[in-house]
């Protein structure tokens, strides 16, 4: 069954201590997405990667990193967790645009709700 | 800039009646432009999208949606409404660069009312 797989579901920490979400793809999809909803604001972009070890930064960058070591997983780290990133995180895969705009379908993980304390 | 905005951050309906939610863009070429669903606990899925052709799309689940580019619009539809169509839905416009990102609106919440 193609899939974009999360984990954790859900996740409570502290101020400052490092955590990783991680988010793994089955479809062989290039193109890779983070994204964190907040009420009010839909979703926002966080990163992108549009194929192993190219990443750039999505409109809310600050205070995440993330890899693309493997085609298949896109972690999602946060090195210092502050409480302004309490936020329910999505991942989302994609042929991106090399596949023609009909294909570039995103599907999406179930959510990582995040709640730092 | 792109951007999208749905007017309506919350709709009651009834049960049995029909159903318009509402999705302004603003987007500088031919937009391509999607609506997805987000039940309560769950991710995102894809109910319709439109990339270019026939102006009125029809998606999974009764839902159909219609492009006008004279209002920049792209409302989206359903006949008949059953309780299991609450959820928070969600207008995005694709762009054609940085790998095609989307861009969201802020969502509307249905309520359906038995």
């Known amino acids: 069954e193609a899939q974009v797989t999360q984990n954790p579901r859900y996740l409570i920490t502290v101020t400052g201590k490092k955590l990783t979400v991680t988010c793994s793809q089955n479809m062989n999809h290039e193109y890779m997405s983070w994204y964190r909803q907040d009420p009010g604001l839909g979703l926002r972009q966080i990163y992108y990667?549009?194929?192993?070890?190219?990443?750039d930064k999505g409109d809310v960058p600050e205070g995440y990193k993330v890899s693309r070591k493997e085609k298949r997983n896109f972690p999602l780290i946060l090195e210092s967790p502050s409480p302004n990133q309490t936020s329910l995180y999505f991942c989302?895969?994609?042929?991106?645009?090399?596949?023609?705009?009909?294909?570039?379908?995103?599907?999406f993980g179930a959510g990582t709700r995040l709640s730092v304390l | 800039a792109q951007s999208v905005t749905q007017p309506d951050i919350h709709i009651t309906v009834s049960e049995g009646a029909s159903l318009e939610l509402r999705c302004n863009y603003s987007y500088g070429a031919t937009p391509y432009l999607f609506w997805y669903v987000q039940s309560p606990g769950q991710g995102l899925q894809l109910l319709l999208k439109y990339f270019s052709g026939d102006t009125l799309v029809q998606g999974i689940k009764g839902f159909e949606a219609e492009f006008k580019r004279s209002q920049s619009s792209f409302n989206l539809r359903k006949p008949s409404v059953h309780w299991s169509d609450a959820a928070e839905y969600f207008c995005a416009v694709g762009a054609r660069n940085q790998g095609g990102k989307l861009i969201f609106g802020q969502g509307t919440e249905l309520s359906v009312k038995p």
């Open positions: 989302a895969s994609s042929t991106g645009l090399a596949g023609g705009l009909a294909k570039n379908i995103q599907y």
């Open positions: 990667s549009m194929n192993v070890e190219v990443t």
